[in-house]
């Protein structure tokens, strides 16, 4: 009966020796608040969800993007011209992280012989804290669907972003064309 009695309280010693352990390793999460709709703590720091920012999660990135701009564009095929124009950023519903930029190469809408609308020359990009990427596309209207663009780009100020992209062509007899667009909200 003793030995029994001695076993249980030594198993109750190590339960409770156990447990005070472990009570002195803090949740690193503890005082960490996340916005719960867009991430959750990881080892004491918030990790956001795509398209989100700030140390709680809280800053949806792309609404610092979303507007109209006067744009200026340099491209490689004509560095004596500056084309100055009007584009829009506006939300994807694909995603939080996405924005779709219009007009861009604004060449194809200015050109007499072609009838092209800003929304035939728009990209879908990805916003982050580290800038803007275009992934690998096409565009889709009429006449541009051989046409792949690709990017990235960076915020320069509170009001204005720049984009470095390239267009290739993919028919036999295509071009390509390396340009940078500054954006500066109106």
Known sequence: MKLNLLKLLSLSLLVVAGLTFQSCDPDPCKDVVCDADHGICLDGTCDCDPGYSGSDCAILLRSAYVDTYNAVEVC????????????????????????????????????????????????????????????????????LETIKVSGTGSVLSGNEFSINFTMVDTDPNGFSDECSVTYTRQ
């Open 76 to 143: 490689t095929s004509d560095p004596s011209f500056d084309d100055n124009y009007i584009a829009e950023v506006k939300t994807s519903a694909d995603g939080d992280q996405y924005i779709i930029i219009t007009n861009l190469y604004n060449h194809f809408a200015s050109d007499p012989n072609a009838n092209y609308q800003p929304e035939d020359t728009q990209v879908k990009a990805i916003v982050s804290d580290a800038g803007i990427e275009i992934p690998e596309q096409f565009w889709v209207a009429q006449g």
